[in-house]
C-alpha cells in the first residue's frame, strides 16, 4: 500500500480565511482523490486530482471554493477558500494502489475548525 | 448515481461474540465492494474488499459476502476484540476505470464492550 501523508494534521482557522492542505505519496500515482468528511458523517468526494490537467470536481462542488493543485505525480493541495463554520470537516486525500486501480488508501486526514 | 445504504448505525456487541454490518447498493453495475475501519483520529484504513465475481472472501476473523442479485454485501467480523472498536464504511465503485469514484456508506459505530 502507498504511504500518505497530510499536512497540516488539524487547524483551527477564522471565518473568512484560506487554508492549504497538503498531500503528499511516496509513490507516483496517476490520480488522487480528495474527500471531506463533516462530523459524524460519511465520506464525499469532492474532486479527482489528475496531474497535468484540471482537477474534476463533483456535484456540489466548485473550483473557486476548493482549488485543487497537482504539480508532480506525488503531490497535491486542496485549498478551502472564504471559509465559514459549515467549512469544519476531516479533509482526506486517497490514492488508487498501482497493482489494483480500484483500491483506494487514504490519508491520515486534516481536521479543520472554523471559528 | 450510486446509493449505498448501511446499517446499523450503531452496533454494541459483548467482547467474543460476532458482529455483522449490512450495506445494499443501487447501481447493478457496481462491481467493487471496499470496507474501511476508522479509529478516532484516523483516516478510514481498508481493511477487506471483494470483487463481484466472487461471493465471499475471508481474512482471518473478518468476512465478507455479496450478493449481487440483491444487491447487499455484508461484512462479519468474529470473536469480537475491544480493538474492533471503531467507525465501519463500506462502499462500492465500478471498476476497473482508473478514475474509480467510491460512493461510501454512511457508517457504522461499532463498539466491543469487555
Known amino acids: 500500500s502507498a504511504v500518505i501523508s497530510q499536512k497540516p494534521s488539524r487547524d483551527i482557522c477564522q471565518r473568512g480565511t484560506s487554508l492549504t492542505i497538503q498531500c503528499q505519496v511516496d509513490?507516483?500515482?496517476?490520480?488522487m482523490f480528495w474527500y471531506r468528511q463533516q462530523p459524524g458523517q460519511s465520506l464525499t468526494l469532492i474532486a479527482t486530482?489528475?496531474?497535468?490537467?484540471?482537477?474534476?470536481?463533483e456535484s456540489g462542488f466548485v473550483i473557486d471554493k476548493f482549488p485543487i493543485s497537482r504539480p508532480n505525480l506525488t503531490f497535491s493541495t486542496l485549498t478551502v477558500s472564504n471559509m465559514s463554520p459549515e467549512d469544519s470537516s476531516i479533509y482526506l486525500c486517497?490514492?488508487?494502489?498501482?497493482?489494483?486501480?480500484?483500491?483506494?488508501?487514504f490519508g491520515p486526514g486534516t481536521r479543520l475548525t472554523v471559528l | 448515481g450510486e446509493n449505498v445504504e448501511q446499517h446499523p448505525s450503531t452496533l454494541s456487541v459483548q467482547e467474543g461474540d460476532s458482529a455483522v454490518i449490512k450495506c445494499t447498493y443501487s447501481?447493478?453495475?457496481?462491481?467493487?465492494f471496499p470496507w474501511y475501519k476508522q479509529e478516532l483520529g484516523k483516516g478510514p484504513q481498508l481493511i477487506i474488499d471483494?470483487?463481484?465475481?466472487?461471493g465471499e472472501k475471508k481474512d482471518q476473523r473478518i468476512a465478507v459476502t455479496l450478493n449481487k442479485t440483491a444487491k447487499h454485501f455484508s461484512l462479519h467480523i468474529t470473536e469480537t476484540q475491544p480493538e474492533d472498536s471503531a467507525v465501519y464504511f463500506c462502499?462500492?465503485?465500478?471498476?476497473?476505470?482508473?478514475?474509480?469514484?467510491?460512493?461510501f456508506g454512511g457508517g457504522t459505530r461499532l463498539m466491543v464492550k469487555p
Open positions: 486517497s490514492v488508487p494502489t498501482s497493482g489494483r486501480r480500484d483500491t483506494q488508501y
Open positions: 509513490s507516483q500515482v496517476t490520480m
Open positions: 486530482a489528475n496531474q497535468g490537467s484540471e482537477a474534476t470536481y
Open positions: 447501481d447493478s453495475a457496481s462491481n467493487y
Open positions: 471483494i470483487r463481484s465475481n466472487v
Open positions: 462502499a462500492a465503485s465500478k471498476r476497473p476505470n482508473a478514475g474509480n469514484m467510491l460512493t
